[in-house]
Every structure is written in C-alpha cells, then in structure tokens.
C-alpha cells in the first residue's frame, strides 16, 4: 500500500521502481491523504505502509498514529523529501520501520518494504542522526559484543555490506563475516538483517562516522 499526496507523478514513479519486482511485492492500493490512509488500512489491513509524511487534510505522521493505534502489526516506512528533526523523532516514536527519503534508490525503497514485512527497520544513519542522538541519551543495557564486532554491528546497521564494512576497518571480507556470525549468536538473532533492530531495542546503536 502506498500513500502519497501527490497522486499522478508519484504514484507513477514509485510503481515503476517496485514493479520491477512483481514477484514479491504486491501494491494492494493508493490513497491521496492521511485520511484515506486509515480507511484504507482498517479495511484491506496491508502488511506495510509506504507513507508520505506531509499530505492534506490528515499528515502521514497523524494517520501513523492512528493506523497503528487499531492495527499494530502493519508496519509502516516513512517516505518524505525532508529530514526535519521533529518528523524523525515523531516517527521512532510511532515506532516506524524506516524511514527514507524520495531521492533513495528503488533498491533501497525495495529492501525497506522487504524488511518491514519481516520484522526489521531499514535505517540509514544520515536520515536517523537524531534518533540515535536520543537513544544514546537512555540507559544502555550491557554490551555483549567485543570492540570489534560491535564496530562491525553499528556499520551493518546502517545498511553497509559486509565489503564495505571491511573497507571501513581496513580489514577484510571474510573477517567481517565471522564477526558477523559472533554477533548473531550474542545478539540471539538469525540474520543480520535484524542486527539494527536489536541494537536500537538494547540502546546501542551509534553512528560510528559521527561519534
């Protein structure tokens, strides 16, 4: 499901960007405003929301809140060509799964919807500086990963792949890989795709390019 204001060149432009994947997602509608985004959602119940933050008559942030007040297993992606600091804080505590700008690439979009169906935020430490700001802010809950492999962690979440990571610690590949198996048995998670949520969920998550 999609929610945008602008009907015509966005609804055009991100149709053409998830449509190149038919065989895994599935677009079930288009609503126009924050409104209609809540109708919708109490009928159809899509799986995630792609939501425009700024629409008439009802925000992207305000329709959040109330979708996920009667339906709190759609997951839902903030979508917007702003990064104002109170649109992202509003939307970490709506408690979204991502939050990314109209200038991302469709690959990027297509993780971030991919990732929300299974349970796991799609950050990018540009867009969730502050986020990370007020979460290291909290109490932090004891840190079972070592230097490195927390190192290597806080890069993961940010969306960087195992390669970049090593290019980052000036180490290599397969380095990076068996901090990332030592992570996942600390973290008592699967796959690194969830490395981020739990981070966030602990109070752990840093943006190392920027401490």
Do not use: W
């Amino acid at each position: 499901m999609i929610i945008a204001e602008d009907y015509t060149p966005i609804r055009v432009e991100i149709m053409e960007k998830l449509l190149r994947y038919p065989d895994t997602i599935n677009i079930v509608g288009v609503a126009l405003n924050g409104k209609q985004a809540v109708e919708f959602a109490n009928t159809r119940k899509p799986d995630v929301i792609l939501m425009d933050v700024e629409m008439p008559v009802m925000t992207g942030l305000e329709a959040a809140e109330l979708i996920k007040a009667s339906n709190s297993k759609i997951k839902i992606i903030f979508y917007s060509a702003f990064e104002k600091e109170e649109y992202i804080k509003r939307a970490s505590d709506i408690k979204c799964y991502g939050f990314i700008k109209k200038e991302d690439s469709p690959e990027l979009i297509y993780t971030a919807i991919l990732n929300a169906h299974y349970g796991y935020s799609t950050i990018k430490a540009a867009h969730f500086e502050n986020s990370i700001r007020t979460i290291s802010s909290l109490p932090k809950a004891d840190n079972p990963l070592s230097d490195k492999e927390y190192d290597v962690a806080c890069y993961l979440a940010t969306g960087l792949t195992n390669k970049e990571v090593g290019k980052k610690m000036y180490v290599g590949e397969s380095t990076v890989k068996k901090h990332v198996q030592a992570i996942l048995i600390k973290l008592g998670i699967s796959t690194s795709k969830g490395i981020a949520l739990k981070l966030m969920e602990l109070g752990l998550l840093r943006d190392l390019d920027n401490k």
